[in-house]
């Protein structure tokens, strides 16, 4: 197809605008990786823009010292992978009853779920309810309160019925039962879907600092984020430092890391497992968002 | 009649009571952590008390949400609710759609995928880490922009823009921008590569230029999808952000332009433990926004779409 010029211009334009806003996109995370290789006094001094200036590990090692930050991205670990697992379960679970055209009250049930969509009790009656349950400050208020997402179960009930019937029939008349049917058939052959939404709620899990900020005031539960975020809040990397003498030591002789670069290195390891795994797994979450975007 | 239905119904329930033992575990969590807190809300209407609890209590009507409306931060915080709604909803909305729209002009198909890994990666870092980056490229001493500004001679001192009130809104809108801009353009996308191809040559046949086509026939083609999205956003429109406007406000000199409701929830709320005044501001926003979603939808009825 031949282009006009005005067109030609158009499309000029486009592709500068597009590189444009890739730097833009990259550049701020780049720069955080820069600073948290460069030596903390020298990224004092500015202008530490593309390239570490004065290289140096020492930012990483220090961080990599503190027991406080070891112990949160641990407790992040544990929560990732527990919170996923048991909420990818349960709401599929639920989704897969839900497909079902013959449940008993579908439709009531559907209602109760989509009400929660669009109306909820608000931060404070969550708030007492969780601490009526006694469940501040443990592990499972990480986990628990958001093991069903009614959006994923629809997500995963869109698949489930697009499933082929025959695919379940055979099985029925073998005399398999629904939980047979489910574990065996339709879980293995949904891998896409739940690889998705395994995908988002692990992000979830992985970047939520909130929960860990209301519910939880002891030190060796805080999640990652949450930890990150009372670090960057109240400047206190020089007091993350001092629980170790190590650091302390690197700080009183040399004075070569900062409350920049350790925070800088910081918020690098809390976010390069996810960074690392979403190239991956693009094609699958394109898919997933597509399917969660469909009207019923 | 009624005794005649009641036993079949009871005997179709025992006879799936697998499917239905699917089922239950879902409801029991939803009823759990969604519908009881709903309930707690009848704690706007009271005066709470730590130890009474919400059983003994005294009422006290409306007088949470009065005080809320008499309050010296009342129109501060709803021109801020509003005012930041607004903008997210004129610029943080339609930028994704912009995106999808050139993205569909590039042909190189490496090229295009470039950006769109890129433009998806801070979808998928998390607020703090955000904040920590913007606080980062902001910095006086040795922040890029301040670093940029000087050797280009634009400014003669360091600009501490994170602790200029009237400079927030702006920060706060472009973050939003750049966190959400490549992930929101997926679905727009796909709904531009789902138009029928025969339209575009056909308007090419009669001379239509390239943005032509995307004023007469793309942005047609997909506004069902937008109208969509326009619902949900209305409908969210009172809550105007919260976790990126907590983070990004830590000042709190900028408060008189950062101050949402949610945020006056959280502070008032947890921060100062006035249970129920808090609860009331909460449940005066929920009600709004259940009104506002409900109006949208009925007129985007008018053109044929839909939520429900």
Redesign the interface.
């Known amino acids: 197809?031949r282009?006009?010029l005005?067109?030609k211009m158009?499309?000029r334009t486009?592709?500068l605008?597009?590189i444009l806003?890739?730097v833009?996109?990259?550049?701020?995370?780049w720069?955080?990786l820069v600073?948290s290789f460069n030596e903390g006094s020298d990224?004092?001094?500015?202008?530490?823009?593309l390239w570490p200036r004065e290289y140096t590990l020492e930012n990483y090692y220090i961080v990599f010292q503190d027991h406080r930050l070891l112990n949160s991205f641990f407790i992040t670990i544990l929560r990732t992978l527990s919170g996923t697992a048991l909420s990818v379960f349960?709401?599929a679970?639920?989704a897969?009853?839900?497909a079902?055209k013959?449940?008993?009250f579908r439709k009531q049930?559907m209602v109760?779920?989509m009400i929660?969509m669009?109306?909820?009790?608000?931060?404070?009656?969550?708030?007492?309810?969780i601490r009526s349950l006694g469940m501040l400050d443990t592990f499972w208020v990480l986990v628990?309160?958001s093991?069903?997402s009614?959006y994923n179960?629809i997500v995963i009930r869109t698949f489930f019925s697009a499933l082929p019937d025959g695919l379940e029939e055979s099985a029925k008349i073998d005399g398999c039962?629904?939980?047979g049917i489910?574990f065996r058939i339709v879980l293995p052959v949904s891998g896409p879907v739940l690889a998705t939404i395994a995908l988002f709620t692990a992000?979830g899990h992985?970047?939520?600092?909130?929960t860990g900020a209301?519910y939880i005031t002891t030190d060796d539960l805080l999640p990652i984020?949450?930890l990150?975020?009372q670090i960057?809040?109240s400047n206190i990397m020089t007091e993350i430092g001092s629980s170790n003498a190590i650091a302390l030591d690197h700080m009183n002789r040399n004075r070569t890391v900062t409350t920049?670069s350790l925070?800088?290195a910081t918020?690098m390891i809390?976010?390069i497992p996810?960074?690392l795994t979403?190239?991956f797994l693009?094609k699958y979450f394109?898919k997933g968002?597509?399917i969660g975007?469909l009207?019923e | 009649m009624k005794a005649a239905v009641k036993p079949s119904v009871w005997k179709k329930l025992t006879n799936q009571l697998d499917l239905q033992s699917m089922v239950w575990p879902g409801i029991i969590f939803v009823a759990v952590f969604s519908y009881i807190p709903m309930y707690g809300v009848v704690m706007a209407f009271q005066q709470y008390d730590i130890f009474n609890g919400m059983m003994e209590s005294p009422w006290v009507g409306f007088m949470n949400f009065r005080m809320f409306f008499e309050a010296p931060e009342f129109w501060n915080v709803m021109r801020n609710t509003i005012v930041i709604s607004l903008l997210k909803l004129v610029i943080t909305f339609p930028a994704p759609i912009l995106l999808a729209l050139m993205l569909n002009e590039v042909g190189n198909m490496a090229f295009k995928r470039f950006v769109q890994t890129v433009s998806y990666l801070p979808y998928f870092l998390s607020w703090v880490i955000v904040s920590g980056l913007v606080f980062s490229l902001l910095s006086v001493d040795n922040g890029t922009v301040n670093y940029l500004l000087e050797r280009l001679n634009l400014s003669q001192e360091p600009v501490n823009f994170l602790a200029i009130p009237e400079y927030f809104w702006s920060i706060l809108v472009s973050v939003n921008v750049w966190k959400e801009i490549g992930f929101g353009s997926i679905v727009y996308l796909a709904a531009i590569a789902g138009v029928d191809p025969a339209m575009y040559e056909a308007a090419s046949i009669d001379g239509a230029s390239r943005f032509k086509q995307i004023y007469l026939i793309t942005l047609p083609s997909i506004s069902p999808v937008i109208i969509i999205f326009m619902i949900l956003a209305i409908g969210n429109l009172l809550s105007a952000g919260f976790e990126d406007i907590l983070l990004l406000a830590t000042n709190p000199i900028l408060r008189p332009y950062s101050d949402v409701i949610d945020t006056y929830v959280y502070r008032v709320g947890i921060l100062n433990a006035r249970f129920s005044y808090a609860t009331a501001v909460g449940l005066f926003k929920a009600v709004i926004s259940v009104i506002l979603l409900v109006t949208a939808n009925k007129i985007a009825r008018r053109a044929d779409v839909s939520l429900w």
Do not use: C, E, H
Not at chain 1, 118 to 129: A, D
């Open positions: 197809m282009l006009s005005g067109d158009m499309q486009i592709y605008l597009l806003m890739s833009i996109m990259l550049y701020p995370f720069n955080a600073i990224t004092a001094l500015g202008g530490v823009t349960f709401t679970l639920l897969y009853g839900m079902k013959t449940l008993l049930y109760f779920f929660t669009f109306f909820s009790g608000g931060l404070i009656p969550s708030y007492m309810l628990i309160p093991i069903i009614v179960m039962s629904n939980y489910f992000v992985w970047n939520d600092w909130f209301i984020q949450t990150l975020r960057m809040n920049k925070t800088m918020m809390a976010t996810i960074i979403y190239p693009q394109v968002v597509l975007s009207k």
